[in-house]
């Protein structure tokens, strides 16, 4: 896939083009319904199949200024993205100039000229523009202008309710990462890099890596069972996000412990996959106690790790 992070790298190298647009964050089921709809158009068409997106957040530079935080970074969002057929995906820079853009300006300057997207598939409750003013009537208005096809899809609906990033992000919050793996299409991903720690897990005969996440979206405290990506392969293990209480910690840490599994990771990239919460986080009146659940915590995650259910494809 071929990733352009503005107009003028494309330099009118695109020919007719299907698109989708929007922030796509965490690339959930309904993002996929839309980017796979594109790429099924454009095939059909003998179009590019083409998806735009923003950095950074939209958020960010209007309103308060505040984002939500991210479920996924730029980079995994492009993977994402990427692995589902797209040919091309430009991430435009968002700053104030592109939010003060009317919606006609933003569709021909950008969508028409820029692009040459002659087929556009967005979502159910799609706005942009300044203001969010342009909307599936106003872009159908310019579309039959402009020569563009304009396609809204209904939401995709998962155990009663809309899938979004909002619901999925309040589902991590909450620490049910079991549940969100239908919206998602995969369990939520915790990656970064292993940075060196207290040390505590290796004295007590379960060595840890310590991640400092890429993101600042954060599950709830507790001990989950999880994958990690290593290597190509997949090692089972158990993770605790918290302030391990026992010792007293005050700053937020994610800690795994991969099963059999010894080798050196300090510095390197490590994905976590977060498959289900086994308890939340608790202080313990002393090691022999803390030692004694860790193992009950490790046969637990080997148990739920063996199940069908945990798969991760």
Known sequence: MIV?????????????????????????????RLITRVNDRARAKNMIGLVVTFDPHPLTVVGSGKRPPFITTVKRKLELIESLGSHLTVVLPFDKKLA????????????????????????????????RKGNFDMLRALGDQYGLRVEQLDP?????????????????????????KPLLGRFHELEGTVVHGHSRGKKLGFPTANLQPDVDLLPKTGVYAVWASLQGGLVPGVANVGLNPTFGD???????HLFDFSSDLYGQHLRIHLVQRLRPERKFDNIEALVSRIREDAALARDVLSSAEAELN
């Open 250 to 256: 005050n700053a937020l840490s994610v800690e795994a």
């Open 100 to 131: 003060a853009l009317e919606p006609e300006d933003f569709v021909r300057e950008y969508l028409v000229q820029g692009l040459r997207v002659k087929e556009l598939v967005i979502g159910y409750d799609y706005a942009f523009g300044k203001g």
């Open 4 to 32: 352009a992070k503005n107009l003028e790298e494309l330099s009118g190298s695109i020919g007719a083009a299907c698109a989708t647009i929007g922030n796509f964050d965490g690339v959930h089921m309904g993002h996929r």
């Open 156 to 180: 995709v609906i998962i155990d009663g309710a809309v899938v979004s990033s909002t619901r999925i992000r309040d589902m991590i919050r909450a620490g049910d990462v079991w549940n969100v």
